[in-house]
């Protein structure tokens, strides 16, 4: 019997130095794949209605732009800017899905601690665009980019499609 409580008091020490050495140890391997794919709650591919739904339970003080699914919201020291579809084709009952979510950081520090903090949050690893500042793959089709002042996040099929429409115009 004491045998068995050595054992069992071993076998506890070694769970809990591992856990302190490597975090993960515990985590199942499907979720070191997850990534992070949204900013403040706010998604790409969300519906209006689910955005709404988030800003009543958080409590973010939104206001929606007259006349468009256009919310601008103050949530921690940032502007964020919610974009959703005016129209959801071939739809009768339109969802108004999110297409891109913009956050504007008002102090958004070194720009080197910013790519790294974000990187750890995203699970991801950025490339550098002299256009965009830092790029980030994340989530399913979304793609995040970091000019040093603002986040944006963007469902990227639909930033092509929607700019192959303005051209055409």
């Known amino acids: 019997m004491?045998?068995?409580?050595?054992?069992?008091?071993?076998?506890?020490?070694?769970?809990?130095?591992?856990?302190?050495?490597?975090p993960g140890f515990l985590k199942p391997?499907?979720?070191?794949?997850?990534?992070?794919s949204d900013i403040l709650g706010f998604s790409p591919g969300m519906t209006f209605d689910e955005i709404n739904k988030l800003v009543t339970q958080r409590r973010y003080r939104c206001r929606q732009i007259r006349d468009s699914y256009v919310l601008e919201c103050a949530v921690d020291g940032a502007k964020v800017t919610i974009f959703a579809?005016?129209?959801d084709p071939g739809n009768p009952d339109p969802k108004h899905p999110i297409w891109r979510?913009?956050?504007?950081?008002?102090?958004?520090g070194p720009q080197?601690?910013?790519?790294?903090s974000i990187s750890d949050q995203f699970n991801a690893q950025p490339?550098?665009?002299a256009r965009d500042g830092w790029i980030w793959t994340v989530g399913r089709g979304l793609k995040l980019s970091y000019d040093g002042a603002a986040l944006k996040l963007v469902d990227e099929a639909e930033e092509i499609r929607r700019g192959k429409q303005?051209?055409?115009r």
């Not at 020490?13 to 302190?20: K, N, R, T």
């Not at 080197?112 to 790294?116: F, L, R, T």
């Open 2 to 22: 004491k045998i068995a409580i050595v054992v069992a008091g071993l076998i506890v020490v070694v769970a809990a130095v591992l856990v302190a050495v490597q």
């Open 29 to 36: 391997a499907s979720m070191a794949l997850v990534k992070k």
């Open 85 to 87: 579809d005016d129209v």
């Open 101 to 108: 979510v913009i956050a504007e950081l008002n102090n958004p």
């Open 112 to 116: 080197d601690a910013a790519v790294k």
């Open 127 to 129: 490339t550098r665009d």
């Open 166 to 168: 303005e051209a055409k």
